[in-house]
């Protein structure tokens, strides 16, 4: 079971499995007491099948477009994006898009080579639960997580930017 | 110059705790290596062949004489002594020890300075003219837009891993380009479209290193308001489609030359349409705002010296030859521009002791309200100086060795630390630039041969800029020995153009004899108003083959 790191440093567990894409010619093998999250595309191609169920999300990897759920991404309740090596930035602006441009609400999570110092970008750029790569000190999270009161820009945590805060 | 406010210190502090507990891991073991890695990159330290290397960031090349004094202290209390300024307008340390990083940061925060994002792939420093606000043809002061790229790039979240750096430079005057905005990741020319109103000519993809290239316009006029949500723009096309999967095809003119300047252009007007009415959208308050930390400062009402410098001018030869040489003219009566070179033979480019670095800050202080800008031809400016007290100032500087009067000659040559310093390089470069200053050591002869840009670096990376020196030479490896390739006809002006490889390499012994070789057919062929630049793309590349491997 992973343990999951919100957005204010504290810790919960839950059973979200992530079902890797299937070899070619194999079909994805859903587990029937856990929920689970499948690739984006092929919860679209089972999309009759899949949408409403509480206990299917989807994950997307870093090369995904997030783009194909356009429309479609609040009937999901778990969207993870994988990071496949923790210098792989793509999965930041798939964060934003998802949160800024198609209006997803629900949970947006992070996984793969989740790293300590990558979760303060990860938390700006619209993910609210981490699963930490398991060698690494989870305690130290919500110090990780917290060592900026305030950024330049604006990003899905802040829509104004500090250039228009500070002329109020 | 730019004051840092309540925000700007908060953020500055933070970041150095951060850094601070970031090292303490990396010491006690819990990061990996590679992990980090991209962190003390983007605080500035690499580590290097003979010690770790920090590159401190000087925004836009801007310093005030306490930021000096700082630096000159942080060099005797954590380095040996000396600093060097690089072809990006930074400033760096050779020989700090990792440990002691931290102290240093908190040290330079203390002075409103930083090591952010001057390495790694991120948005590095924003660079610009050396002379803005401070010439007659320039279409606006850029130093505020440039601090507000600083503000909007700094700590970006959606931008810290980039396929690989990204350079922007801006550039706003008419007639000359300074700041090689076109062999940037993206440059910006400041234009007035034809209502008058404000905005940029946008070039992307241009730069050097492996694949060198002149960036093309993707967009002919960008309103000033729109420019960071553009620039957002660009940066999230570039961070979703360019190539991870191989380092030396990850910059973004890769992208733009694999989807061609008009398929990329398209991709990024189709996610600006999304983003441009956004908050990230710029107000006139808040360009105004910052505009307002870079007001001309207290000049006296004065008329130009005319008449007291041609008097000087003719009792002291030397004092001419720099006031032709070294000093530009500036926008305000009685003023002028003064360039120090850090080119004194012997020294290698761009390096400065710490009692050097004060003696800048006293100059600053006497003669220039305080402010230096550092150039990427790794020279030094004081911006604001009173002409009748040039020939003072020139009578003070030169014993310190910042007199050389050789700016934009043959000998003011931009170089990287190369092999004595990098662990990149294949070859050094100070020894070559040191060997062809001392072969053109006649003052008269290289005013005679005019502006010759010679570019050296010590390795494909191209931190000297050889592809658009007019004479480059670039540093390389042959079996374990050090070889030298010469390119002829760069420009990183607006006539930007990458230079052509003349043929194989020579050794080092051979190469100020190589270069003469070189200046001597473009005395040659050289009708009377020719620069060698102008020479060389009349008669082309062969006759110099022709002498050269004769």
Known sequence: MPNVISPDGSIRQDNWVVMPRPAEGESLDIPADQPALIPADLWLAGYEHFTGRQDIGVWFDSHDEPEILDGRVNELPVIAVNFPKFSDGRGYSIGRLLRERFGYVNELRAIGDVLLDQLQFMKRCGFDAYVLRADKDITKAQKCLNFFSQGYQAATDTEIPLFRRRAS | ?550
């Open chain 2, 1 to 550: 110059m730019y004051v840092y406010d309540e925000h700007d210190r908060q953020m500055a502090a933070e970041r150095v705790a951060q850094f601070r507990d970031q090292t303490e891991r990396a010491l006690a073991g819990e990061l990996a290596e590679d992990e980090f890695l991209p962190l003390r990159l983007q605080n500035g330290l690499y580590v290097q062949r003979l010690a770790p290397m920090l590159r401190i960031c000087v925004p836009y090349g801007m310093m005030r004489s306490d930021q000096l004094r700082r630096l000159a202290r942080i060099t005797r209390d954590y380095d040996k002594g000396y600093a060097h300024f690089t072809t990006r307008q930074n400033v760096q340390l050779n020989w700090p020890a990792l440990e002691d990083v931290p102290d240093i940061l908190a040290e330079l925060a203390e002075v409103e300075m930083h090591a952010n994002q001057t390495s790694g792939n991120c948005i590095r420093n924003t660079t610009t003219d050396q002379f803005s606000g401070v010439q007659s043809d320039e279409i606006a002061d850029p130093r505020p837009y440039c601090e507000i790229i600083r503000q909007w790039s700094t700590f970006h979240p959606e931008f810290a891993f980039l396929p690989r750096k990204f350079k922007v430079a801006v550039n706003a005057s008419e007639h000359t380009d300074r700041a090689a905005i076109q062999v940037h990741d993206i440059g910006l020319q400041m234009v007035r479209n034809e209502a008058g109103e404000l905005g940029f000519r946008v070039h992307v993809g241009g730069g050097l290193g492996r694949t060198p290239m002149v960036g093309p316009v993707i967009r002919e006029f960008l309103p000033e308001m729109d420019l960071l949500t553009y620039l957002e723009a660009v940066l999230r096309v570039y961070n979703r489609y360019g190539r991870r999967d191989n380092k030396f095809k990850a910059r973004i003119k890769i992208l733009v030359k694999a989807l061609t300047p008009e398929g990329f252009a398209e991709k990024v007007e189709a996610e600006w349409q999304h983003i441009k009415d956004s908050p990230t959208r710029l107000t006139p308050e808040a360009v105004q705002r910052i505009q307002a930390y870079f007001t001309e400062p207290d000049y006296a009402a004065l008329d130009n010296a005319t008449d007291l410098l041609a008097s000087q001018r003719f009792e002291n030869r030397g004092f001419d030859q720099w006031l032709t040489h070294n000093v530009d003219t500036h926008k305000k009566p009685g003023y002028a521009i003064v360039t120090l070179t850090m080119k004194k033979t012997g020294t290698p480019p761009g390096d400065v002791s710490d009692k050097q670095l004060e003696q800048i800050a006293d100059l600053a202080d006497e003669f220039s309200f305080g402010e230096v800008r550092v150039t990427h031809q790794q020279n030094v400016v004081l911006a604001d100086v009173r002409q009748d007290r040039l020939l003072e100032l020139w009578q003070a500087i030169t014993p310190m060795g910042f007199g050389t009067a050789n700016l934009n000659t043959l000998t003011d040559v931009i170089c990287c630390p190369g092999g004595d310093y990098c662990a990149l390089a294949n070859a050094k470069s100070i020894p070559v630039a040191e060997a062809i200053q001392r072969q053109f050591d006649d003052l008269d002869y290289l005013y005679d041969l005019g502006n010759i840009d010679l570019n050296i670096s010590g390795c494909m990376n191209a931190c000297g800029h050889h592809h658009v020196g007019h004479i480059g030479v670039l540093g390389v490896d042959k079996k374990g020995q050090e070889f030298y390739q010469i390119s002829l006809g760069g420009s990183s002006h607006h006539d930007a153009s990458i230079g052509k490889i003349l043929g194989p390499s020579f050794a080092r012994d051979e190469m100020p004899q190589v270069i003469s070789k070189i200046i001597d057919v473009y005395v040659d062929k050289r009708t009377e108003e020719e620069t060698f630049l102008d020479t060389y793309r009349r008669v082309g590349i062969d006759p110099f083959k022709e002498r050269v491997y004769a």
